[in-house]
């Protein structure tokens, strides 16, 4: 038993046993290296990765192995989602060296922490040969491991303004400037199974985000097609769980077929997210099945007692990757009955498995009933049959042992999902999904800060960890959700002081951007800003797109400029290569039209919401009140005679008030 057993990281307690006599990342570890004068050995990984796991076997549970690290090395642990601040400084570094970084990601340092080395997975004789060249190094050649690790100490401090050319634009925001860059994005596109045109195959949320976006403004059939393509594609590949719900975190082939199993809260957070508003434009049903099963996944396995929600499921049960979610042919037989023959069909189900070693994993590349009909095996009661099947399969797989729990609940993470809860509120109108995302937005508000600050990770009833960037712009984003589904001005007021708390903590005026990490931080090697949207959107992007949206509702001039400010230094990067800043991207679309700021005032506001919310428009603002309020969209706004009315305005200037929702839609269509 090592130190990390005092810990509460899932992924830090799964190495408390480990011969490695393991540091968690702290004061007592660089003190130490410092002292001794060894290179320090920083292992980032997290629960649910099924490398880190197999590293650990291979390599973290041996004896040999562990004495070579524990005689020469300063060994530390990191849980990349408890802290990713460490995380991102050395991922930085790694990349900096040439090395295409993942997990487990493995760094070394000198014993004043600056990075000299790093590595992704390695088989055990690779890795204690590297082990040795690295103690020798570090004993004959520390000049120049030092001298390449002040170059990239160097690299990571400077400004990303500095680092990628980035200045104010003067320009105006134009659809062209948009067409531009879907035209760059699309080049990517794989036309043939939807997603990007590449392998393993991510869901990235913020593409489609933009998708929705431009097409809204456009009506551009080519963006509607790849949308369609690929939220199909998603939703009946492999890298859906067919018979439990809820999306894994990628697919390993091109095809969304296999995935790699581990399920993530922030991947099917925003997923929801994408399918509400895709659902809202097309009513396609397979979407609101999606969410429905999700949601219904959501609160069976991941919501905690105190209403916020675990991070993540394990890829691997009984130590190998996937078999929770896998079938051989005899197993489904025994199950399914008189309904395997045209299950198997369906499913392409076969006795030496359409998968690996005999084992069949459910996936589909069409609608179940446009399979089956092409198929020959539909009947008049096959969707009914096929909802029995799925589930018999569900009942049955809950018998098994089940993948490992991360049961830390993270505030950025928590952020999202009450987002993606309020978009399936909105398009569904489900009352027990706004009833769920309350409670999650109540559970950060009472458990998760103290003080108008956040704290980025909750465990064992405590909440810990000065919280980041990622977990102020989400929960904003949130907050501001919470509000335009409940009318419920706390949440407003809770958005409006964690941003101010982040404006005055995190924003530096000089680049135009918001550091990753707190003034009242920790100190690291370099403070670093996140830019460039990866499978979570940059906490930036999510910053500035809730500072436009909390500017339009609170009128608040500053907000806007700070949103406008960030957007505009981003323009060379959008019109280079769109697909790595496509939440930026979201945001240009909506800065390219008026945005619609929309007062509901009167008994029925809540209804009258609801009713509009059905609709998909992207680019606009909702406010409410039963009585009177003091926002400004509301201020001196009153009902007409007892009846409910509607204002819809643009840039503060208000159209005569209606009573029904289908006159609110002509004034807002015929802008």
């Known amino acids: 038993m090592n130190r990390l057993s005092q810990e509460t990281s899932p992924y830090l307690l799964q190495h408390a046993h480990n011969p490695v006599d393991w540091f968690p990342w702290g004061d007592e570890a660089l003190t130490k290296a410092k002292t001794e004068n060894k290179p320090i050995l920083v292992s980032i990984g997290y629960s649910a990765c099924h490398w880190c796991h197999v590293m650990e076997r291979e390599s973290f549970e041996k004896d040999h192995v562990a004495a070579v690290m524990n005689d020469h090395f300063v060994c530390i642990k990191v849980d990349r989602e408890e802290r990713p601040d460490v995380d991102a400084v050395y991922m930085d570094a790694v990349h900096a060296m040439g090395v295409r970084g993942g997990w487990p990601l493995n760094v070394f340092l000198l014993p004043d922490a600056k990075p000299f080395y790093g590595v992704t997975y390695l088989p055990p004789q690779n890795w204690v040969q590297l082990l040795g060249s690295i103690k020798e190094a570090f004993g004959k050649h520390y000049d120049e491991l030092a001298g390449s690790a002040e170059g990239f100490v160097q690299n990571m401090i400077l400004s990303e303004s500095e680092k990628y050319g980035l200045v104010p634009s ?39 985000k933009f998708l929705l976006r431009y097409y809204d403004i456009t009506q551009n059939p080519e963006a509607l097609a790849q949308l369609e393509l690929s939220l199909n594609r998603i939703a009946l590949g492999g890298i859906y769980d067919h018979a439990g719900g809820g999306w894994a975190r990628y697919s390993v082939d ?25 659902y809202s434009l097309t009513n396609n049903e397979l979407y609101s099945d999606r969410i429905r099963q999700t949601i219904l996944w959501l609160e069976t396995e991941m919501l905690s007692d105190y209403g916020g929600y675990f991070s993540a499921l394990d890829a691997d049960s009984e130590g190998v990757e996937g078999k929770f979610y896998i079938w051989t042919e005899e197993e489904l037989k025994e199950i399914l009955g008189d309904d395997f023959n045209w299950f198997s069909k369906l499913y392409h189900i076969k006795k030496r498995g359409n998968w690996e070693h005999g084992y069949n994993h459910l996936h589909l590349t069409n609608y179940a009933d446009q399979t089956a009909k092409t198929l020959g095996i539909y009947t008049a009661d096959f969707s009914s049959q096929y909802k029995k099947a799925l589930e018999k399969l569900a009942q049955k797989r809950s018998e098994r042992i089940r993948p490992g729990l991360d049961d830390k609940i993270l505030a950025s993470w928590n952020g999202l999902l009450i987002k993606g809860l309020t978009d399936c509120y909105r398009a569904l109108g489900d009352e027990n999904i706004r009833d769920l995302a309350v409670k999650c937005g109540k559970f950060i508000q009472d458990k998760m800060t103290t003080e108008g600050k956040l704290r980025h990770s909750f465990k064992n009833g405590r909440a810990t960890i000065t919280a980041f960037l990622e977990d102020y712009a989400a929960v904003i984003d949130g907050y501001l959700g919470l509000y335009q589904i409940t009318f ?73 400029k700070l949103s406008d400010g960030m957007l505009s230094r981003m323009r060379k990067i959008l019109m280079a290569d769109v697909q790595w800043v496509t939440n930026w991207g979201a945001l240009y679309c909506l800065r390219t039209t008026p945005t619609t700021e929309i007062a509901i005032v009167g008994n029925d506001a809540d209804s009258l919401r609801k009713d509009l919310d059905r609709f998909f428009i992207p680019n606009k603002v909702v406010t409410g009140t039963k009585n009177e309020s003091q926002l400004p969209l509301l201020h001196n706004r009153t009902d007409r005679n007892g009846q409910s009315v509607i204002y819809v305005c643009y840039d503060k200037t208000c159209q005569l008030p209606v009573t029904s929702v289908e006159e609110a839609l002509i004034q807002i269509n015929g802008k």
């Not at 091109?254 to 895709?278: G, R, T």
């Open 170 to 208: 003067t320009s105006d925001y134009s659809i062209d400037e948009l067409d531009l860059m879907f035209e760059q994005l699309k080049k990517h596109f794989d036309t043939q199974n939807g997603g990007m045109d590449r392998a393993p195959k991510f869901p990235m949320p913020s593409i489609y």
């Open 254 to 278: 091109e095809d969304w077929f296999i995935p790699h199993f581990e399920k993530m809260l922030y991947d099917n957070a925003q997923l929801l997210s994408i399918y509400a508003e895709a």
């Open 488 to 560: 419920d001005e706390n949440w407003i007021n809770e958005a409006q002081i964690l941003t101010d708390y982040s404006i005055a903590n995190f924003y530096d005026e000089t680049d135009g951007y918001f550091y990753f990490t707190d003034a009242d931080g920790e100190s690291l090697i370099a403070r670093k800003k996140e830019l460039f949207d990866n499978v979570i959107p940059a906490s930036n992007s999510i910053m500035a797109s809730n500072l436009f949206i909390l500017g339009k509702i609170l009128d608040h001039e500053k907000y806007e």
